[in-house]
C-alpha cells in the first residue's frame, strides 16, 4: 500500500441516513468521478474549479446504468484535508445505494481505504502533526461537551505548539552547550553548563504543568469509571436512574434485585461518568447472587471512582463495615441515602471509618443533595483549580508517558551536570528529551507507532 494510491471509502456511518457520503483521496479521485458522474448541466468534473459542488446522477460504467442521485464536491490538492486530490459523493444514506457507488469506485481504480488512513496522509503530507491527527478520534469519540472542547483544542494545535516550545527550548540547551565544546579554548563549558541548568528547571516546571492535566484529561477523554456500591437496598439502583434521568435499572423493594453489573455513560456537568451498578455486597447463598457480589469487589479495585451509599433509615450495620473496609486507597464519596426519612445513622458515626472522604447526606427518591454530589465529582476531576472553559488537557496516556519520558531525561541531565560530568554527557541527556517529546508531534516516531495509532480510526476517516 502505498500514498500514490487513490483511495475510497464511505465516510459516514453505517445504517441508514438522508445523506452518505463517499470519499476519494489521491491523483486519480478527479478522473475517476469524472468517470461514474453525469452533471444535469452538462459540466465535467474533470474541469470544475476546486471547492465546487455540482448536481447530477452517478452512473455505473458497466450497464450506463443510473445509479442514484448526488452532489460531487471538488477539492483539489493541496486545499483538501489530506492535501490531495479530494472528491466527495453525497448522495441517499442508504447501505445499499452507499456500497454500489463504493463499489464502482472501486472498479474505476481506486482501492479500499485502511482505517485511519485519509487522516494519516493529512499527517504524512504536513497538514497535520500527530498530536492533532490523534484529536480528530478524540472529537469523533467525544461524550460531553467538555471532551469535545478539549479535542477540538488539541485539534487546534494548542497541546502541540507548547510542546513545539518545549521542543526548542531544548534544543537551544543543546546549541549552547556544543557552542561551549566547539571553543574549549574560551572556557566557558562551567558557565553554560550552569545556565543550562535553570533552563532545565523552568522546562521542568512547563512538563510539570503539563503533566498535572493528564488524570483530568484521560477522564474527559475514556469518561471517569465510577462503580456504585452498598449492601442490598440502599438505593444503588436509584441512584444510577437518578443520575441517568430514566429507569435503566429496576428498583424494588426486595434486597439483592440486582444481580448482574448494569454500565451506562452519564454526563456530570460536562464530565462523563462510566458508571457501573454493582450488586449488593452481602454474604449469601444464592450462587448467582455472589457471583454479582465477587465481580462487585473486582470493580471495585478497577475504578477512577466510589459511590458508596448508606441507609440512612438503619444504623451501621456488620455489612457497612464490610463494604466501607472496600475504599482503602480509592477515591470516594460516602452517600447517606434516604436522609428524607428519620435518622438512624448519624454522620459523625459514618466519619469514624471513612478516613476524611467526603460524606454527603441525600434522598434519592426526594432529589435531595444530588446537585451538591454533582459538583463534589466536578470539584474531584479538576481539583478545585483548572478552569475547564480555557484550559489545554493532555488527554492521552501515549502523550502523558512521552511527557514523563522527557521529564525524567532532564532529570537525568541536571543530575549529568551537578556531578560535574562532561559535556557531552549533558547533551546525550538532553537530546533524548528532545526527542521524546517529538514523539507526540510525530517529528521523531517510529513507522509501527504511526501503524499503530492509525489503525484506531475507523475507515473513511
Not at 474533470?46 to 459542488?53: A, E, L, Q, Y
Not at 454530589?373 to 480555557?390: F, P
Request: include cysteine; hydrophobic fraction near 45%.
Amino acid at each position: 500500500m502505498t500514498n500514490d494510491d487513490t483511495i475510497s471509502a464511505i465516510a459516514t456511518a453505517v445504517g441508514e441516513g438522508g445523506i452518505g457520503i463517499i470519499r476519494l483521496s489521491g491523483d486519480k479521485s478527479i478522473s475517476i468521478a469524472d468517470k461514474i458522474f453525469a452533471s444535469n448541466a452538462g459540466k465535467r468534473v474533470i474541469n470544475t474549479p476546486s471547492h465546487r459542488v455540482l448536481y447530477g446522477t452517478i452512473i455505473d460504467p458497466e450497464n450506463n446504468e443510473t445509479v442514484d442521485e448526488a452532489l460531487i464536491l471538488v477539492m483539489r490538492a493541496p486545499r483538501s484535508y489530506t492535501c490531495e486530490d479530494i472528491v466527495e459523493i453525497h448522495c441517499h444514506g442508504g447501505p445499499v445505494p452507499l456500497q454500489r457507488v463504493l463499489a464502482i469506485t472501486l472498479g474505476e481504480g481506486a482501492r479500499l481505504a485502511e482505517p485511519g488512513e485519509f487522516t494519516k496522509r493529512a499527517f504524512l503530507n504536513g497538514r497535520l502533526d500527530l498530536a492533532q491527527a490523534e484529536a480528530v478520534i478524540d472529537i469523533i469519540r467525544s461524550k460531553t461537551d467538555a471532551s469535545l472542547k478539549a479535542a477540538v483544542g488539541n485539534l487546534s494545535g494548542r497541546l502541540s505548539e507548547q510542546v513545539k516550545g518545549l521542543r526548542h527550548a531544548v534544543l537551544r540547551m543543546i546549541a549552547q552547550l556544543e557552542a561551549a565544546i566547539d571553543f574549549p579554548e574560551e572556557d566557558i563549558e562551567e558557565a553554560a553548563a550552569a545556565d543550562v541548568a535553570e533552563l532545565i528547571k523552568q522546562a521542568d516546571l512547563q512538563l510539570a504543568s503539563l503533566l498535572a492535566t493528564a488524570q483530568t484529561g484521560r477522564i474527559l477523554r475514556e469518561g471517569l469509571a465510577t462503580v456504585i456500591i452498598g449492601k442490598p437496598n440502599v438505593g444503588k439502583s436509584s441512584l444510577l436512574n437518578a443520575l441517568l434521568r430514566e429507569k435503566r435499572a429496576i428498583v424494588t423493594d426486595i434486597p439483592g434485585t440486582t444481580r448482574d453489573i448494569i454500565e451506562e455513560y452519564v454526563n456530570i456537568r460536562g464530565i462523563p461518568l462510566k458508571i457501573i451498578d454493582t450488586a449488593g455486597i452481602r454474604e449469601t447463598a444464592d450462587v448467582v447472587e455472589r457471583i454479582g457480589v465477587e465481580r462487585a469487589k473486582e470493580l471495585v479495585g478497577q475504578a477512577d471512582l466510589i459511590l458508596l451509599l448508606l441507609d440512612s433509615s438503619t444504623p451501621l450495620a456488620t455489612e457497612d463495615k464490610s463494604v466501607l473496609t472496600l475504599l482503602s486507597g480509592k477515591q470516594a464519596l460516602v452517600l447517606i441515602n434516604k436522609s428524607d426519612l428519620p435518622a438512624r445513622l448519624e454522620v459523625a458515626e459514618v466519619e469514624k471509618y471513612t478516613a476524611g472522604r467526603q460524606v454527603l447526606k441525600i434522598s434519592v427518591t426526594q432529589g435531595m443533595g444530588l446537585e451538591q454530589l454533582e459538583k463534589e465529582i466536578v470539584n474531584m476531576v479538576y481539583s478545585g483549580q483548572i478552569n475547564q472553559g480555557e484550559a489545554m488537557f493532555v488527554n492521552n496516556v501515549r502523550h502523558a508517558n512521552a511527557l514523563r519520558q522527557a521529564q525524567q531525561r532532564l532529570a537525568d541531565a541536571l543530575t549529568t551536570i551537578e556531578a560535574g560530568m562532561p559535556t557531552d554527557c549533558i547533551v546525550i541527556d538532553l537530546r533524548a528529551a528532545w526527542e521524546k517529546l517529538g514523539e507526540i508531534t510525530g517529528d521523531t516516531v517510529g513507522e509501527d507507532i504511526i501503524d499503530q495509532i492509525f489503525t484506531q480510526f475507523c475507515i473513511g476517516k
